[in-house]
C-alpha cells in the first residue's frame, strides 16, 4: 500500500521558515517525481515545486522562486520542501504528490497519482 505523510507544517510569523518532510513507503520512490502542491481555504489546488527522481530537474510556481526549495532522498524515500521568507500569502494546507508526469504535466495534480494527506502551514502577519 503507497503512503505518503506530510509532516513539518505549523504556524510561522511573517518572514520565517519552515521544512516540510514527506516520507514515502510502499512505492519505488525512486521511479516517482515528486511534488508539492498546497491549497488555500476556498481556493484551488496549486502546483508549488516538482522535483525529477534524480534530483536532476527541479521546477517551481513562480509565487515561490527564490524562497522555497525541493529536495529528495531517494534512499530515505523522503522528499522536503525548505520555505523561507514566508508571507501570509503561503497560508495553505501543503500536500506532497507522486507520479510520472511528462514536462508539460509537471504542475498540474492530474498527472500525480499519489498523495498524502497534507500538513496545514500558517503564516501570521
Known amino acids: 500500500q503507497v503512503q505518503l505523510v506530510e509532516s513539518g507544517g505549523g504556524l510561522v510569523q511573517a518572514g520565517g521558515s519552515l521544512r516540510l518532510s514527506c516520507s514515502a513507503s510502499?512505492?519505488?520512490?525512486?521511479?516517482?517525481?515528486m511534488a508539492w502542491f498546497r491549497q488555500a481555504s476556498a481556493k484551488d489546488r496549486e502546483f508549488v515545486a516538482h522535483?525529477?527522481?534524480?534530483?536532476?530537474?527541479?521546477n517551481y510556481a513562480d509565487s515561490v522562486k527564490g524562497r522555497f526549495t525541493i529536495s529528495r532522498d531517494n534512499v530515505k524515500k523522503t522528499v522536503w520542501l525548505q520555505m523561507s521568507n514566508l508571507s501570509v500569502e503561503d497560508t495553505a494546507t501543503y500536500y506532497c504528490?507522486?507520479?510520472?508526469?511528462?514536462?508539460?504535466?509537471?504542475?498540474?495534480?492530474?498527472?500525480?497519482?499519489?498523495w498524502g494527506q497534507g500538513t496545514q502551514v500558517t503564516v501570521s502577519s
Open positions: 522535483i525529477s527522481t534524480s534530483s536532476l530537474n527541479s
Open positions: 510502499g512505492l519505488a520512490a525512486s521511479a516517482f517525481h
Open positions: 504528490a507522486a507520479g510520472v508526469p511528462s514536462s508539460e504535466e509537471i504542475g498540474s495534480s492530474l498527472a500525480y497519482k499519489y
